[in-house]
């Protein structure tokens, strides 16, 4: 075997971990000081041009939201103040890893991202079809996305990239047993759920605050593509989601969606039994009763594609006061890198594309100049700030409350007590039925089979460690002998990867 090469950043200073995002505390928050990671996403979101990094295939609409129950008590934003009262919003739908070419029908999570135009700015909510993610950290996502795409030498996508990423990322569990079941090709945009994933921060007028999720519930109704029928469906019409979606607000069959929130008072977060700020765990709905408050409508299509859907920028950096960020590594390396690419794709003036700018307040900042400022640009007021000529101040009002944060900067390991095979246990084998797990393990084995014989047993352990079933159905799919799956299930994740290396 070769002599393994040291990692390195892009200036050949040695990296002494790549896992783990520098932090102050565990979990956190992530810390600025953490230079690899920002050489690592700031990187990542320059590598295609023009097109998106993911989410490149993708299809929008206008709409409002409307607010049915009082929230007043758990958030002060202004747009959830009071019942019966109604948003504008756009919103964008896509599919992941493929290009803006790519089928709608591909097994994927969707994307699904929200720009509330509010009277206090405008709130993104940037979430999926899926409740979790496959990954906790944002040091490791350039690496994963990359496993999604296409081979650097073959240029075309790869099973042993995909199935050795996450088969020596176990947190993926989760997500993976997700994609793999039907609800990984949804059958159009209209008949799937929307998710935060993220926990988040709400806060009241009183500076009480919260931890929360967001669950967008179709009323249409889920409906989802088998493995079967999502393949005709690339042939028939790799744009099948994004018509339905325009034929369909064209024709006045408007689609709509309630928003149910879970609600988790903060003191909960300490001692709960989950990790609650985990994007690959779920807070389960008996623990935590999702609450409805409002309903979203869809109800007009864009004009222009490119100057709307494609030009469209959401972020989760895009804040209103009443609502904030939570402790979340994955979200809090999000808050830097939307915006970074939006800047890169787009510009530094991107938020002045109309289907981005604020339209329920003015903007005024000391923001000047830049590529494609097509604004008044300031005009001949003050570009700094104090002044004393009349321009915008800070209103300290708007400030979130403080919260403590304590801790070693480090970077620090996963340490929850909660392994990652419970919930994709629980999910297997109390949630599903018969035909959901005959589907998904027929859907793993159809994919996993392309590639190598170590890297599917090495997968195949961690289908066994969240259920001896639902390992061995996928073991004896694959004609692997479920005895050595067994074995590596029992070794530590260290010594199952040495144990499959080639």
Known sequence: ??????????????????????????????????????????????????ERVVHAKGAGAYGYFEVTKDVT??????????????????????T???????????RDPRGFAIKFYTEEGNYDMVGNNTP??????????????HTQKRNPATNCKDPDMFWDFLSLTPESIHQVT???????????????????????????EKGQYFWVKYHFKSEQGIQNLTRENAEIMKGKDPDHATRDLYNAIERGDYPSWKLEMQIMNPQDAESYRFDPFDVTKVWPHGDYPPITIGRMVLNRNPENYFAEVEQAAFSPGNFVPGIGPSLDKMLQGRLFS??????HRLGPNYHLIPVNSAKGCPMHN??????????KNGGGGPNYYPNSFGGPEPN???????????????RQKYTHPNDDFVQPGALYKKVMSDMDREHLTGNIVSHLGGAQKRIQLRQTALFYKADPEYGTRVAKGLKLDVNEVKRLADMSHEARAKATEE
């Open 1 to 50: 075997m070769a002599k393994k090469k040291t990692l390195t950043n892009n200036f050949g200073a040695p990296v002494a971990d790549d896992q783990n995002s520098l932090t102050a505390g565990n979990p956190g928050p992530v810390l600025m000081q953490d230079v690899h990671l920002l050489e690592k996403l700031a990187h990542f979101d320059r590598e295609r041009i023009p």
């Open 178 to 204: 997700i994609l793999f079941s039907d609800r990984g090709t949804p059958a159009t945009y209209r008949n799937m759920h929307g998710y935060s994933s993220h926990t988040y921060k709400w806060y009241n």
């Open 396 to 410: 300290p009002k708007t400030g979130e409350p403080p919260f403590e944060v304590s801790g070693k900067a480090a």
């Open 132 to 145: 979790v993610f496959f990954i906790r950290d944002p040091l490791k996502f350039a690496d994963f996305i």
């Open 366 to 375: 000391y923001q000047r100049d830049g590529f494609l400022r097509v604004d």
């Open 73 to 94: 008590k758990w958030t002060k934003a202004r747009f959830l103040s009071k019942v019966g009262k109604k948003t504008d919003l756009f919103i964008r739908f896509s």
């Open 338 to 343: 939307y915006h970074d690419t939006h800047r």
């Open 96 to 106: 992941v890893g493929g290009e803006k070419g790519s089928a709608d029908a591909e």
